[in-house]
Protein backbone atom coordinates (compact mmCIF):
# COMPACT_ATOMS: atom_id res chain seq x y z
CA UNK A 1 0.00 0.00 0.00
CA UNK A 2 1.22 3.42 -0.83
CA UNK A 3 2.71 5.43 2.25
CA UNK A 4 0.05 8.06 3.85
CA UNK A 5 1.82 11.31 4.59
CA UNK A 6 -0.02 13.36 7.44
CA UNK A 7 0.12 17.02 6.46
CA UNK A 8 0.45 19.43 9.37
CA UNK A 9 -1.73 22.25 9.59
CA UNK A 10 0.83 25.41 8.99
CA UNK A 11 -1.89 27.78 10.79
CA UNK A 12 -1.20 26.35 13.83
CA UNK A 13 0.47 28.44 16.18
CA UNK A 14 3.73 27.30 17.67
CA UNK A 15 3.50 27.01 21.19
CA UNK A 16 6.86 28.35 22.50
CA UNK A 17 8.37 27.40 25.95
CA UNK A 18 7.51 30.63 28.54
CA UNK A 19 11.30 31.61 29.33
CA UNK A 20 11.33 31.49 25.56
CA UNK A 21 8.90 33.79 24.99
CA UNK A 22 10.20 35.93 27.82
CA UNK A 23 13.80 36.21 26.39
CA UNK A 24 12.56 37.35 22.91
CA UNK A 25 10.10 39.86 24.54
CA UNK A 26 13.12 41.50 26.46
CA UNK A 27 15.50 41.29 23.39
CA UNK A 28 12.59 43.03 21.22
CA UNK A 29 12.36 45.42 24.52
CA UNK A 30 16.27 46.26 24.78
CA UNK A 31 16.60 46.35 20.84
CA UNK A 32 14.12 49.04 21.09
CA UNK A 33 15.70 51.30 23.34
CA UNK A 34 18.74 50.77 21.83
CA UNK A 35 17.80 52.32 18.39
CA UNK A 36 15.21 54.60 19.91
CA UNK A 37 15.50 55.52 23.58
CA UNK A 38 12.62 54.75 25.72
CA UNK A 39 10.33 57.29 23.53
CA UNK A 40 11.12 53.88 21.40
CA UNK A 41 9.57 51.68 23.99
CA UNK A 42 5.69 50.88 23.69
CA UNK A 43 4.28 47.76 24.26
CA UNK A 44 1.96 47.44 21.39
CA UNK A 45 4.90 47.56 19.41
CA UNK A 46 7.29 44.75 21.44
CA UNK A 47 4.49 42.79 21.42
CA UNK A 48 3.88 42.85 17.35
CA UNK A 49 7.46 42.11 16.98
CA UNK A 50 7.36 39.33 19.00
CA UNK A 51 4.27 38.23 17.27
CA UNK A 52 1.45 38.00 20.27
CA UNK A 53 -0.65 40.97 21.38
CA UNK A 54 -0.57 42.66 24.40
CA UNK A 55 -2.75 40.62 26.66
CA UNK A 56 0.13 37.85 26.26
CA UNK A 57 3.40 40.48 26.88
CA UNK A 58 1.35 41.85 30.03
CA UNK A 59 1.07 38.48 31.30
CA UNK A 60 4.96 37.96 31.29
CA UNK A 61 5.24 41.93 32.40
CA UNK A 62 2.43 43.28 34.14
CA UNK A 63 3.28 46.68 33.91
CA UNK A 64 5.79 48.72 31.52
CA UNK A 65 7.73 49.13 34.91
CA UNK A 66 8.43 46.03 35.34
CA UNK A 67 9.33 45.49 31.90
CA UNK A 68 11.72 48.03 32.28
CA UNK A 69 13.27 46.67 35.42
CA UNK A 70 13.86 43.50 33.33
CA UNK A 71 15.82 45.46 30.37
CA UNK A 72 17.98 46.58 33.65
CA UNK A 73 18.85 43.18 34.69
CA UNK A 74 19.25 42.10 31.02
CA UNK A 75 21.37 45.29 30.56
CA UNK A 76 23.52 44.04 34.04
CA UNK A 77 24.01 40.02 32.41
CA UNK A 78 25.24 41.20 29.38
CA UNK A 79 27.34 44.05 31.01
CA UNK A 80 28.97 40.88 33.18
CA UNK A 81 28.95 38.27 30.60
CA UNK A 82 29.79 39.82 27.27
CA UNK A 83 33.08 41.41 27.91
CA UNK A 84 36.55 41.90 25.91
CA UNK A 85 39.22 39.05 25.79
CA UNK A 86 41.80 39.16 28.18
CA UNK A 87 44.93 40.12 27.03
CA UNK A 88 47.73 37.76 27.64
CA UNK A 89 50.22 38.76 30.08
CA UNK A 90 53.39 37.95 31.92
CA UNK A 91 51.81 38.78 35.52
CA UNK A 92 48.19 39.84 36.54
CA UNK A 93 48.36 43.01 39.00
CA UNK A 94 45.79 45.85 39.88
CA UNK A 95 46.51 47.91 36.98
CA UNK A 96 46.01 45.03 34.30
CA UNK A 97 42.77 44.77 36.43
CA UNK A 98 41.57 48.28 35.73
CA UNK A 99 43.10 48.07 32.63
CA UNK A 100 40.92 45.72 31.73
CA UNK A 101 37.92 48.02 32.87
CA UNK A 102 38.88 50.30 30.16
CA UNK A 103 39.33 47.07 27.72
CA UNK A 104 35.59 46.19 28.05
CA UNK A 105 34.62 49.29 27.39
CA UNK A 106 36.62 49.89 24.60
CA UNK A 107 34.70 46.34 23.57
CA UNK A 108 31.10 46.92 23.84
CA UNK A 109 32.09 50.40 21.40
CA UNK A 110 33.36 48.20 18.81
CA UNK A 111 31.53 45.21 19.23
CA UNK A 112 28.41 45.83 21.09
CA UNK A 113 26.80 49.22 20.85
CA UNK A 114 23.17 48.38 21.81
CA UNK A 115 25.02 47.84 24.97
CA UNK A 116 26.27 51.46 25.73
CA UNK A 117 22.92 52.90 23.78
CA UNK A 118 20.73 51.21 26.48
CA UNK A 119 23.24 52.42 29.26
CA UNK A 120 23.24 56.04 28.56
CA UNK A 121 19.06 55.47 27.72
CA UNK A 122 18.83 54.55 31.56
CA UNK A 123 21.56 57.26 32.92
CA UNK A 124 19.78 59.82 31.20
CA UNK A 125 16.22 58.97 32.30
CA UNK A 126 17.47 58.50 35.98
CA UNK A 127 17.24 62.23 37.57
CA UNK A 128 13.33 62.20 36.07
CA UNK A 129 12.59 58.99 37.40
CA UNK A 130 12.96 57.63 40.65
CA UNK A 131 12.65 53.75 40.14
CA UNK A 132 14.75 54.14 36.85
CA UNK A 133 17.41 55.61 38.95
CA UNK A 134 17.64 52.98 41.67
CA UNK A 135 18.07 50.53 38.70
CA UNK A 136 21.39 53.03 37.14
CA UNK A 137 22.33 53.07 41.42
CA UNK A 138 22.70 49.42 40.71
CA UNK A 139 24.23 49.18 37.74
CA UNK A 140 26.96 51.63 38.93
CA UNK A 141 26.86 50.28 42.21
CA UNK A 142 27.87 46.74 40.65
CA UNK A 143 30.45 48.08 38.45
CA UNK A 144 32.11 50.04 41.22
CA UNK A 145 32.31 47.41 43.39
CA UNK A 146 34.45 45.61 40.64
CA UNK A 147 36.92 48.15 40.72
CA UNK A 148 37.11 48.72 44.59
CA UNK A 149 37.81 44.78 45.27
CA UNK A 150 41.01 45.12 42.60
CA UNK A 151 42.13 48.48 44.27
CA UNK A 152 41.64 46.98 47.66
CA UNK A 153 43.65 43.86 46.33
CA UNK A 154 46.70 46.39 45.36
CA UNK A 155 47.03 48.34 48.05
CA UNK A 156 47.22 45.33 50.21
CA UNK A 157 49.93 43.87 47.71
CA UNK A 158 51.67 47.40 48.12
CA UNK A 159 51.08 48.36 44.39
CA UNK A 160 49.28 51.51 45.12
CA UNK A 161 50.21 54.77 46.80
CA UNK A 162 49.82 54.17 51.06
CA UNK A 163 47.73 57.26 51.31
CA UNK A 164 45.19 56.41 48.26
CA UNK A 165 41.28 56.76 49.10
CA UNK A 166 39.61 53.95 47.98
CA UNK A 167 36.87 54.98 47.35
CA UNK A 168 37.45 58.17 45.68
CA UNK A 169 39.58 56.02 43.39
CA UNK A 170 36.95 53.95 42.41
CA UNK A 171 34.58 56.53 41.61
CA UNK A 172 37.61 58.24 39.84
CA UNK A 173 38.14 54.97 37.83
CA UNK A 174 34.39 54.63 37.15
CA UNK A 175 33.96 57.98 36.26
CA UNK A 176 36.63 58.22 33.32
CA UNK A 177 35.37 54.81 31.63
CA UNK A 178 31.64 56.53 31.76
CA UNK A 179 33.21 59.54 30.33
CA UNK A 180 34.23 57.69 27.12
CA UNK A 181 30.51 55.82 27.44
CA UNK A 182 28.96 59.52 27.38
CA UNK A 183 31.55 60.53 24.80
CA UNK A 184 33.02 63.02 27.09
CA UNK A 185 36.54 61.37 25.09
CA UNK A 186 36.15 61.48 21.41
CA UNK A 187 38.52 58.98 20.77
CA UNK A 188 40.01 55.72 21.94
CA UNK A 189 43.66 57.65 22.14
CA UNK A 190 41.45 60.33 25.00
CA UNK A 191 40.28 57.44 26.82
CA UNK A 192 43.63 55.64 26.90
CA UNK A 193 45.76 58.98 27.58
CA UNK A 194 43.57 59.84 30.77
CA UNK A 195 43.21 55.89 31.85
CA UNK A 196 47.12 55.99 31.51
CA UNK A 197 47.12 59.63 33.44
CA UNK A 198 44.72 58.29 36.22
CA UNK A 199 46.83 55.29 37.00
CA UNK A 200 49.79 56.70 37.53
CA UNK A 201 48.20 58.93 40.03
CA UNK A 202 47.83 55.67 42.03
CA UNK A 203 50.50 53.73 41.94
CA UNK A 204 52.88 53.19 44.83
CA UNK A 205 56.55 55.74 43.83
CA UNK A 206 58.73 52.71 44.41
CA UNK A 207 56.69 50.58 42.10
CA UNK A 208 55.83 53.06 39.50
CA UNK A 209 55.29 50.60 36.24
CA UNK A 210 58.12 49.83 34.27
CA UNK A 211 57.58 50.56 31.07
Known amino acids: MPRVIERKDTNRRIRLN ?10 AAFKAIADDGFEGLRTRDIAAKVGINCATL ?26 AQP ?28 ILA ?19 ERLHGGWRAGILD ?6 KDGLLR ?22 IFASRKDLIAAARQLNSWMIAVSDHRKS
Open 18 to 27: PEVRRKMILE
Open 58 to 83: HHYFPTKEDLIASVADHLEWRLRSEK
Open 87 to 114: VARKASSVLDALDRQFEDVLFYHLERPD
Open 118 to 136: VYREFVARAPRDQAISALV
Open 150 to 155: ALKRGK
Open 162 to 183: ADLDLDAAAGLVLSTAWGFVSK
